[in-house]
């Protein structure tokens, strides 16, 4: 038996940085956070002109870890712990801000020289009280040590990029509790992913459009799906043509949560 959907919301449509677009699923009015996570963006796509992009500048986190993964274009970050890598398409980097750390993420040299479209999804987890104050640490993820599961002869591919699924674990090492894949369909299909139901889980439509049978709805580009905790799997039908929707689930830590702009 699969969870079935508790809602399928529509994201805020916004602006960051340099007139960045941005699809926020959280935090927005109504909705403060989805514990453990603390905030989704999907950044972009914005096509920029030769020596139109830049980025964000320096700035300061704590208490929290963060995924960015990159969709289109290349970044470079870099942070006071001595982080550095360039993120590409297909590359993710994940961060533990933990005691306070200064990173920027800006466009590379290259990239801004030829221009071009920059797309990606940063997502903030939230990390265990008791790890609040743990040093500082950077993992640059580039997209070939992504671990990628093939099913129905490689018309559905599962990017394992954080937590584990079918006993294929990624590389990062992280604090918190959750597990995130992003779950491609070159043709319509379906396939069902195992959440503990002790676990809540959400699905993001990157691209494509997904069916719920049991509640005959679909969700589209730049919706979050919402599941209930009723069992220990949700069912995911794509019914368009390709599609890439990511997979979001984690135990939820039921602590105060004290938040205030990049903190």
């Not at 959907?5 to 916004?14: G, M, W």
């Not at 533990?96 to 800006?106: A, F, K, N, Q, Y």
């Not at 779950?183 to 002790?198: H, L, Y």
Request: aromatic residues 8%; charged residues 20%.
């Amino acid at each position: 038996m699969s969870r079935r959907v508790s809602e399928i919301k529509d994201c805020l449509k916004t602006f960051e940085g340099d007139g960045i677009p941005v699809t926020r699923a959280f935090p927005i009015p109504g909705l403060r956070e989805v514990d453990p996570f603390l905030l989704f963006d999907h950044f972009g796509p914005i096509n920029y002109t030769p020596g139109g992009a830049t980025g964000v500048p320096a700035h300061p986190h704590c208490g929290f870890e963060a995924i960015t993964y990159m969709l289109s274009g290349e970044v470079e970050h870099k942070d006071s712990w001595g982080g550095k890598a360039t993120i590409r398409a297909g590359d993710m980097q994940w961060m533990t801000t933990g005691s306070g750390l200064i990173h920027s993420e800006l466009a590379t040299e290259g990239f801004k020289k030829k221009g071009g479209v920059m797309q990606g999804l940063q997502i903030w987890i939230n990390l265990p009280q008791k790890n609040k104050k743990a040093k500082p640490r950077y993992q640059h993820i580039p997209k070939d040590q992504i671990p990628v599961i093939k099913l129905e002869n490689d018309r559905i591919l599962i990017k394992v990029l954080v937590g584990t699924f079918m006993d294929v674990k990624s590389t990062v090492q992280a604090f918190s509790p959750v597990s995130i894949l992003d779950a491609q369909f070159s043709t319509p299909g379906g396939i069902t992913i195992d959440v503990a139901k002790e676990q809540i889980a959400m699905a993001y439509v990157i691209d494509g459009e997904l069916q719920f049978a049991k509640n005959n709805e679909t969700a589209s580009k730049g919706q979050m799906i919402y599941f209930d905790q009723e069992s220990d799997g949700i069912d995911l039908a794509s019914v368009s043509s390709s599609g890439s929707y990511l997979i979001l689930s984690g135990k939820t830590l039921n602590e105060p949560i004290a938040r205030h702009g990049p903190f």
